[in-house]
């Protein structure tokens, strides 16, 4: 039995024992006076009759007469005159009239009040005794009423005790309640804190639980904070912060094979023009200050257009990659002045040429990089301020205007999406879910999302694209009855009309929604944290698991989201490409696989080539693996 029920139960016995007590002595005490009250009644009656009798002519007519007037007021039950040797003289009796009182009520009562008696005297000899009985109807009556007066009384006090018992016990179960939640959510690995209630004890416990969560939390932060600062060791150079050259290219490589709005963008390459002169004029250090702000520079002008990512190539070379960006003459002004504000009141003139060049999905590496070095070599002859686009790899648009690209995806949309199923995998080679990249049928073939999503962004079909792939998923569960993950974009998660109409299809099909995988970017998530909130908060009640992709670079502020209900992590395939061979990533693999296991989160390393990448995440303790070298009936720890 629960705590609340027993103090319910307690009160209610309080009760009903403070009800029976007060009621059983109020009417026992009104019994006893009522009857003390109807024997003095009686025998004063009698007395004052007697008294009366004894000073009146004693003929039978004159005494009949006046026990008939006595009896007839009403008030008696019996009287009775009998001589001295008991015959009797004259007597008049009634039965009891207790007609508005129960019956039950008068056999519990049961007044036993004797006659009053009383002699008449005959001048200086008896004349007679007599017997009087008060009638008890009105005895009854008044403690009838007198006893439903305390019982309504009780009633209205019990009311308002119940009712202060009420706020009692609200007051008490809702801190009972926010410790019990706690609990579960420490048992959950979340690390939640509530306020301390004002009940002393309940305080205690709460302050107590509070201690152990920010304890928790902040281990696990610090725990967080030194793979970080390893991961940066490892991927970031050590003067401008920004991705050393391996780094860069190998997020360089997963954009090209990128299945989302990633795989499409615009790549430019800075170089900081006669860095051995201006090291000899400045000195080492002013010279690295000088690099640090320029990849500082680039790494700003990376976020404001969104997922911009920097990496140093070579001493003075720095490489920009800004995924979803296409506007190449926007792009080249906007870039332009941003090196015009680097170059303005500098102790020496600073050369700053710059080249950029498009990419799309399926682009060779080693082909843009090459057409980025002739380009920056040609903006180099042209001066310091040189700034060229570079001839791309010739690619065939699928559409030529911005009409004939809405045209064509709403009427892809409309006619089906296709989902593609890549597994991933455990330890045991099962199956956890199938990634499912979405597919449009476009110009008569089913085109990857790389192809499209830069054209769903532009034109704000972020919206309908997404349910169209909810509404497949559900399709598909429902045929397959296997797991489906499926991504969802940044633009969604942030319109309510979406979550909601997300939260409707869900509700009406738990059997599916407890198999729906739901993927977010990790850069989502950590930038706008509200509306993932929102969107955590609408999604985990109805069973589906929430988790991140890509996850890397911001590792560190996963442990602020650990109240969220996190399911699973995709730690990006920069972390996992060729782990086998790095003791350092290997390192920071299996803290990250540890601090996920401590927040209760599955930890799955993407862009896996490899079954020998494979074995060695499941070593390091990662809980499943995806990518191009990972198939179904593959049991990699086997």
Same mark, same amino acid.
């Given at each position: 039995?629960?705590?609340?029920?027993?103090?319910?139960?307690?009160?209610?016995?309080?009760?009903?024992?403070?009800?029976?007590?007060?009621?059983?002595?109020?009417?026992?005490?009104?019994?006893?006076?009522?009857?003390?009250?109807?024997?003095?009644?009686?025998?004063?009656?009698?007395?004052?009759?007697?008294?009366?009798?004894?000073?009146?002519?004693?003929?039978?007519?004159?005494?009949?007469?006046?026990?008939?007037?006595?009896?007839?007021?009403?008030?008696?039950?019996?009287?009775?005159?009998?001589?001295?040797?008991?015959?009797?003289?004259?007597?008049?009796?009634?039965?009891?009239?207790?007609?508005?009182?129960?019956?039950?009520?008068?056999?519990?009562?049961?007044?036993?009040?004797?006659?009053?008696?009383?002699?008449?005297?005959?001048?200086?000899?008896?004349?007679?005794?007599?017997?009087?009985?008060?009638?008890?109807?009105?005895?009854?009556?008044?403690?009838?009423?007198?006893?439903?007066?305390?019982?309504?009384?009780?009633?209205?006090?019990?009311?308002?005790?119940?009712?202060?018992?009420?706020?009692?016990?609200?007051?008490?179960?809702?801190?009972?309640?926010?410790?019990?939640?706690?609990?579960?959510?420490?048992?959950?690995?979340?690390?939640?804190?509530?306020?301390?209630?004002?009940?002393?004890?309940?305080?205690?416990?709460?302050?107590?639980?509070?201690?152990?969560?920010?304890?928790?939390?902040?281990?696990?932060?610090?725990?967080?904070?030194?793979?970080?600062?390893?991961?940066?060791?490892?991927?970031?150079?050590?003067? +401008?912060?920004? $991705?050393? #050259?391996? @780094?860069? &290219? *190998?997020?360089?490589?997963?954009? %090209?094979?990128?299945? =989302?709005?990633? /795989?499409?963008? +615009?790549?430019? $390459?800075? #170089?900081? @023009?006669? &860095? *051995?002169?201006?090291?000899?004029? %400045?000195?080492?250090? =002013?010279?690295? /200050?000088?690099?640090?702000?320029?990849?500082?520079?680039?790494?700003?002008?990376?976020?404001?257009?969104?997922?911009?990512?920097?990496?140093?190539?070579?001493?003075?070379?720095?490489?920009?990659?800004?995924?979803?960006?296409?506007?190449?003459?926007?792009?080249?002004?906007?870039?332009?002045?941003?090196?015009?504000?680097?170059?303005?009141?500098?102790?020496?003139?600073?050369?700053?040429?710059?080249?950029?060049?498009?990419?799309?999905?399926?682009?060779?590496?080693?082909?843009?990089?090459?057409?980025?070095?002739?380009?920056?070599?040609?903006?180099?002859?042209?001066?310091?301020?040189?700034?060229?686009?570079?001839?791309?790899?010739?690619?065939?648009?699928?559409?030529?205007?911005?009409?004939?690209?809405?045209?064509?995806?709403?009427?892809?949309?409309?006619?089906?999406?296709?989902?593609?199923?890549?597994?991933?995998?455990?330890?045991?080679?099962?199956?956890?879910?199938?990634?499912?990249?979405?597919?449009?049928?476009?110009?008569?073939?089913?085109?990857?999302?790389?192809?499209?999503?830069?054209?769903?962004?532009?034109?704000?079909?972020?919206?309908?694209?997404?349910?169209?792939?909810?509404?497949?998923?559900?399709?598909?569960?429902?045929?397959?009855?296997?797991?489906?993950?499926?991504?969802?974009?940044?633009?969604?998660?942030?319109?309510?009309?979406?979550?909601?109409?997300?939260?409707?299809?869900?509700?009406?099909?738990?059997?599916?929604?407890?198999?729906?995988?739901?993927?977010?970017?990790?850069?989502?998530?950590?930038?706008?944290?509200?509306?993932?909130?929102?969107?955590?908060?609408?999604?985990?009640?109805?069973?589906?698991?929430?988790?991140?992709?890509?996850?890397?670079?911001?590792?560190?502020?996963?442990?602020?989201?650990?109240?969220?209900?996190?399911?699973?992590?995709?730690?990006?395939?920069?972390?996992?490409?060729?782990?086998?061979?790095?003791?350092?990533?290997?390192?920071?693999?299996?803290?990250?696989?540890?601090?996920?296991?401590?927040?209760?989160?599955?930890?799955?390393?993407?862009?896996?080539?490899?079954?020998?990448?494979?074995?060695?995440?499941?070593?390091?303790?990662?809980?499943?693996?995806?990518?191009?070298?990972?198939?179904?009936?593959?049991?990699?720890?086997?």
């Amino acid at each position: 039995m629960s705590l609340i029920k027993q103090l319910w139960l307690t009160i209610g016995i309080l009760l009903l024992l403070a009800f029976g007590g007060s009621l059983f002595i109020g009417v026992s005490s009104s019994r006893a006076y009522i009857e003390q009250e109807v024997r003095i009644k009686n025998a004063d009656n009698a007395n004052a009759l007697a008294l009366t009798m004894s000073q009146m002519p004693k003929d039978p007519v004159t005494l009949e007469l006046l026990i008939a007037a006595q009896f007839d007021t009403g008030h008696y039950r019996q009287i009775e005159l009998r001589d001295p040797q008991g015959e009797i003289i004259e007597q008049r009796s009634a039965g009891e009239a207790i007609e508005d009182v129960p019956a039950w009520f008068v056999d519990l009562v049961d007044f036993d009040v004797p006659a009053g008696q009383a002699v008449i005297q005959d001048g200086w000899r008896q004349f007679g005794t007599l017997t009087l009985e008060s009638q008890h109807s009105y005895a009854y009556r008044s403690l009838w009423r007198s006893s439903l007066e305390l019982v309504g009384w009780f009633a209205l006090a019990g009311a308002l005790s119940l009712l202060l018992a009420w706020w009692i016990v609200r007051t008490i179960r809702r801190p009972l309640r926010n410790v019990v939640e706690q609990a579960l959510h420490i048992g959950d690995r979340r690390f939640t804190t509530i306020p301390a209630p004002r009940t002393r004890e309940l305080r205690e416990v709460v302050l107590a639980m509070n201690q152990l969560s920010a304890a928790v939390r902040n281990m696990l932060g610090e725990e967080s904070q030194k793979l970080d600062l390893l991961r940066r060791r490892l991927q970031h150079d050590g003067v +401008t912060g920004v $991705l050393k #050259r391996e @780094a860069f &290219l *190998a997020q360089l490589q997963i954009h %090209l094979e990128s299945q =989302d709005s990633r /795989a499409s963008g +615009t790549l430019a $390459l800075v #170089r900081l @023009a006669r &860095l *051995a002169e201006i090291n000899e004029r %400045l000195g080492h250090r =002013d010279t690295d /200050a000088l690099l640090k702000e320029l990849a500082s520079g680039l790494d700003q002008f990376g976020k404001v257009l969104g997922g911009g990512v920097v990496g140093r190539l070579n001493g003075s070379d720095f490489a920009l990659l800004l995924p979803d960006a296409h506007d190449l003459e926007q792009l080249r002004h906007e870039l332009g002045k941003r090196l015009a504000a680097l170059r303005e009141h500098r102790q020496v003139p600073l050369g700053l040429p710059a080249a950029l060049v498009d990419y799309a999905q399926g682009n060779q590496m080693n082909e843009l990089l090459a057409s980025l070095d002739g380009a920056l070599s040609s903006a180099e002859i042209r001066g310091d301020t040189g700034l060229v686009i570079a001839q791309g790899p010739q690619r065939r648009s699928l559409f030529t205007s911005h009409d004939e690209w809405r045209r064509a995806l709403k009427e892809a949309m409309a006619k089906g999406i296709y989902l593609a199923h890549y597994p991933v995998l455990d330890k045991k080679g099962e199956l956890l879910h199938f990634e499912s990249p979405s597919r449009l049928r476009l110009n008569s073939e089913w085109q990857p999302a790389g192809i499209f999503m830069p054209w769903i962004s532009r034109l704000e079909l972020d919206r309908q694209l997404d349910l169209a792939v909810v509404d497949e998923a559900v399709r598909d569960i429902t045929q397959r009855g296997k797991p489906l993950g499926i991504n969802i974009s940044a633009a969604s998660i942030q319109d309510a009309r979406f979550v909601m109409e997300l939260q409707a299809r869900l509700r009406s099909r738990p059997d599916v929604a407890e198999r729906l995988w739901l993927e977010i970017p990790e850069s989502m998530a950590i930038h706008d944290l509200a509306s993932f909130r929102s969107l955590c908060r609408a999604l985990q009640p109805l069973g589906c698991k929430l988790g991140l992709e890509h996850v890397g670079a911001e590792f560190t502020r996963i442990a602020d989201l650990q109240d969220l209900g996190l399911a699973y992590l995709k730690i990006d395939g920069s972390l996992v490409k060729d782990i086998d061979q790095s003791a350092e990533q290997q390192t920071i693999l299996r803290g990250m696989a540890t601090l996920c296991h401590s927040l209760g989160i599955l930890a799955i390393g993407e862009g896996v080539v490899n079954l020998e990448e494979a074995r060695m995440l499941y070593e390091l303790g990662l809980d499943g693996a995806t990518g191009p070298g990972i198939r179904q009936h593959d049991k990699p720890a086997g």
